[in-house]
């Protein structure tokens, strides 16, 4: 079972394979160079999530994760509320209320299995529905069976207030 030796852009375009086919590069930013027999790679985009988001509001964003190297990524994806919390109003809060707004965050899917070269985009979606103003934080771990980075941490931003209005003169 031989393995070629493959390159990546960020975005999970193949940019060089040596080995069977032969592609010559191509340019673009590498995201992966070194591949091992069917080990598999995470890689992952964005690094960090900041969103803003009005009271009572939602939005949504992406999280791409892809598979580099030769072997079949497995992970899935766990969210870890941080105790940090800053309200505009005060910034003293208690556990209690960290424990009643651990749902503000949520991905889909949460788990897969992808073959090499390929890219899974997981849903991310912000909920500030029923929050107070403030600032939330979260980390999106992805645990995959990728031997030299087996765990990814993701630290989430969420500020919940009023949107800014645009005047037009």
Same mark, same amino acid.
Do not use: R
């Given at each position: 079972?031989?393995?070629?030796?493959?390159?990546?852009?960020?975005?999970?375009?193949?940019?060089?394979?040596?080995?069977?086919?032969?592609?010559? /590069?191509?340019?673009?930013?590498?995201?992966?160079?070194?591949?091992?027999?069917?080990?598999?790679?995470?890689?992952?985009?964005?690094?960090?999530?900041?969103?803003?988001?009005?009271?009572?509001?939602?939005?949504?964003?992406?999280?791409?994760?892809?598979?580099?190297?030769?072997?079949? +990524?497995?992970?899935?994806?766990?969210?870890?509320?941080?105790?940090?919390?800053?309200?505009?109003?005060?910034?003293?809060?208690?556990?209690?209320?960290?424990? +009643?707004?651990?749902?503000?965050?949520?991905?889909?899917?949460?788990?897969?299995?992808?073959? /090499?070269?390929?890219?899974?985009?997981?849903?991310?979606?912000?909920?500030?529905?029923? +929050?107070?103003?403030?600032?939330?934080?979260?980390?999106?771990?992805?645990? %995959?069976?990728?031997? %030299?980075? /087996?765990?990814?941490?993701?630290?989430?931003?969420?500020?919940?207030?009023?949107?800014?209005?645009?005047?037009?003169?």
């Amino acid at each position: 079972d031989e393995c070629s030796y493959v390159i990546y852009d960020l975005y999970g375009n193949l940019i060089f394979e040596d080995g069977i086919g032969g592609v010559e /590069p191509t340019g673009g930013e590498i995201g992966i160079a070194y591949c091992d027999s069917h080990i598999p790679i995470i890689e992952y985009n964005p690094t960090s999530f900041t969103q803003s988001v009005a009271i009572n509001g939602t939005t949504q964003d992406f999280l791409n994760i892809h598979c580099g190297g030769c072997g079949t +990524l497995e992970w899935n994806i766990e969210v870890a509320y941080l105790e940090k919390y800053a309200n505009t109003k005060s910034l003293c809060k208690t556990n209690l209320l960290n424990k +009643l707004t651990e749902n503000w965050l949520t991905l889909d899917p949460l788990q897969g299995n992808l073959p /090499p070269g390929n890219t899974e985009v997981v849903n991310v979606f912000f909920n500030a529905e029923d +929050l107070e103003e403030g600032i939330y934080y979260a980390n999106i771990i992805i645990l %995959s069976n990728d031997q %030299s980075n /087996p765990e990814v941490i993701i630290p989430v931003t969420m500020i919940v207030g009023e949107p800014l209005q645009h005047f037009a003169f």
